[in-house]
C-alpha cells in the first residue's frame, strides 16, 4: 500500500453535493440517507477521475492494480454507514477502491473495498491517506506475497486480512510477478533508448508512482533507491 495525499475539495464537488448534504440531514432512516448517495448522487464518474488523476494515479488504493473508471468505485475509508451524516459527502474518506474481481476467476469481489464491506476498526486500520509512512509496515516475500513487517504487525495483518491482499486465490502474488517482469522488460527498452545506466533508470521509472503494484517494485529494488 501507498501513501495517498489527499488534495483540498474539489470546487465541483462541493457544488455538485452541496443540496444533497442539506437534504440528507432532514432524513431520518439509513434506507433514505443510503439512496442519496447510492440514486441521488449522479457524479460519480466525474470525481473518479478527479481522485484516479489528481491523487491515485490510476492505481486502486489499496492493492495497487492498474484500474479504470468502469472497473473501480468510490470507496469510503470509514464506512458511511457508521455515520451518514458525517461520512457521505466526507472529501477526505473517499479513495478510489477497484472492483476486487480484478484478479478473479468467476468475478467474485475478493479483494479491497467490496471486500472490506463495512467492517472497520479505525484503530487497527492502516488508511494509506492518513499513514505517510504507511510502506513501511509491508514487506514482500520471494513468492510475491505480501507480509507485516515489525514496525506494527498487528495493524499490518489485520490490514491485509480486512482487504484480502494475498489470500483465498486472489491471484495478487502472480499479478505482483507479472508486474516485476513487465518492470523489467521496460527497463531494457529504456536503456537501448537511452543508454543510462540501469540504476538511474530504476529510480526514474519508479520515482513516478504510476506502475501497478509500485510498493512491491519499490521494496524489490530499495536497495537501488
Not at 501513501?3 to 452541496?18: A, C, G, H, N
Not at 476486487?100 to 494509506?128: M, V, W, Y
Not at 513468492?143 to 507485516?148: E, L
Not at 521496460?186 to 513516478?208: C, H, N, V
Request: charged residues 35%; contains cysteine.
Amino acid at each position: 500500500m501507498r501513501y495517498i495525499q489527499k488534495l483540498s475539495i474539489p470546487i465541483f464537488f462541493i457544488e455538485d453535493t452541496r443540496e444533497l448534504q442539506e437534504k440528507l440531514l432532514t432524513l431520518n432512516t439509513k434506507k433514505e440517507k443510503k439512496a442519496i448517495w447510492n440514486n441521488e448522487y449522479l457524479e460519480k464518474k466525474k470525481l473518479k477521475e478527479y481522485i484516479l488523476i489528481n491523487e491515485q494515479n490510476y492505481l486502486c488504493g489499496y492493492c495497487e492494480a492498474k484500474i479504470t473508471l468502469d472497473d473501480s468505485h468510490i470507496e469510503h475509508i470509514k464506512p458511511k454507514d457508521i455515520d451518514e451524516d458525517t461520512l457521505t459527502f466526507d472529501y477526505q474518506n473517499l479513495l478510489i477502491s477497484c472492483d476486487g474481481i480484478c484478479f478473479s476467476e468467476d468475478n467474485q469481489r475478493i479483494t479491497c473495498g467490496h471486500k472490506k464491506a463495512n467492517k472497520f476498526d479505525e484503530a487497527l486500520f492502516l488508511n494509506p491517506t492518513k499513514e505517510q509512512d504507511i510502506r513501511e509496515y509491508f514487506v514482500y516475500t520471494d513468492n510475491y506475497h505480501i507480509g507485516a513487517s515489525h514496525k506494527n504487525e498487528k495493524k499490518s495483518i489485520y490490514t491485509m486480512n480486512l482487504l484480502q491482499l494475498n489470500t483465498f486465490n486472489n491471484y495478487l502474488p502472480q499479478a505482483r510477478e507479472k508486474a516485476l517482469e513487465e518492470f523489467k522488460k521496460s527497463i531494457r527498452e529504456y536503456r537501448k533508448k537511452s543508454k543510462k545506466d540501469i540504476q538511474t533508470i530504476i529510480r526514474f521509472l519508479l520515482d513516478k508512482e504510476n506502475l501497478a503494484f509500485i510498493s512491491f517494485l519499490r521494496f524489490r529494488y530499495k536497495g537501488i533507491l
